[in-house]
């Protein structure tokens, strides 16, 4: 009989990855990952900590000079960038995610050029997921809250109806509010069968709704661990999440 606390294949793992923006100056170091099924695994880490760049290493934007990137068992180490969402993956950006100069409809439009026939079907989809969208749609995206934004930012992401979406700081610079709704928006994707990896500052909001939490640091793999335990760890809480033990000053 099979082991029922055996997880389900990883959709993406990443194996002693090594990476970086020049040759011979790696960022990441040796960096290993496993994003399950219909999971938010977050990751978390100091500002110049990695992330933004794991993910990029991720999506292909830079050259991986050792390890390898693994998607449903195959390899797509230095995919192609243009070949991602054929993959089934979709990367949200942390800066410059839409087009503030186009409207919303405009942007979902480029979003979905690849989607043919089915675009219109889809367009309604996105639509009925973000009604406030659909209630902006000839508003330019620049005319929009941060938090109404990010989530264009993620319609956008989930018109080519990706299984594994890439998500960078969805709420940097929003209010505790508005982060909250991008965050439970990113954790209710999970039940429409698609899988998050999340890189946030917002820590302890982050840990709440994570299922796995990966913390970099200096391009290294530090701690990682079941989110909950994470939380309630108290030498992880005294340095990344800047809690302090009780009884110092
Ligand atoms: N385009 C680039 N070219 C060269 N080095 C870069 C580039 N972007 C980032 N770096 C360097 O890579 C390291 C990691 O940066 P990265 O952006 O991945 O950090 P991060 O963990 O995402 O930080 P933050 O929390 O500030 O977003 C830093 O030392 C940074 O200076
Ligand atoms: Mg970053």
Redesign the pocket.
């Known amino acids: 009989m099979a082991d029922p606390v055996v997880q389900a294949r990883p959709v993406l793992q990443a194996k002693t990855v090594t990476a970086?923006?020049?040759p011979d100056?790696p960022?990441?170091r040796d960096v290993t990952l496993d994003v399950r099924p219909n999971q938010v695994t977050l990751i978390i880490?100091?500002?110049?900590?990695?992330?933004?760049?794991?993910?990029?290493a991720i999506a292909g934007l830079?050259p991986v000079s050792n390890g390898e990137i693994v998607l449903d068992g195959r390899d797509i180490t230095n995919i192609r960038t243009d070949q991602l969402k054929a993959q089934g993956i979709a990367y949200v950006p942390?800066t410059d995610n839409c087009f503030r100069s186009l409207t919303i409809r405009q942007n979902l439009d480029l979003a979905l050029r690849q989607a043919g026939a089915e675009a219109a079907a889809r367009l309604d989809q996105l639509f009925a997921q973000f009604p406030a969208l659909a209630a902006k749609q000839r508003d330019k995206a620049g005319t929009l809250s941060g938090g109404q934004r990010q989530f264009l930012a993620i319609a956008m992401a989930l018109a080519s109806k990706p299984k594994l979406v890439l998500m960078?700081?969805p709420s940097a610079g929003l209010s505790p509010k508005a982060a909250q709704e991008v965050l439970e928006h990113a954790r209710g994707l999970t039940a429409r069968d698609v899988s998050i990896l999340l890189?946030e500052?917002n820590v302890n909001q982050a840990l709440r709704l994570a299922d796995h939490c990966y913390i970099?640091a200096e391009?290294r793999n530090q701690i990682d661990g079941p989110a909950a335990d994470l939380r309630d760890n108290k030498i992880v809480g005294e340095i990344y999440l800047g809690k302090r033990r009780e009884g110092t000053a």
């Open positions: 970086g923006y020049v100056l960022i990441l880490g100091p500002n110049g900590a990695g992330k933004s760049t794991l993910i990029k830079l942390q960078d700081e890189v500052q970099l391009g």
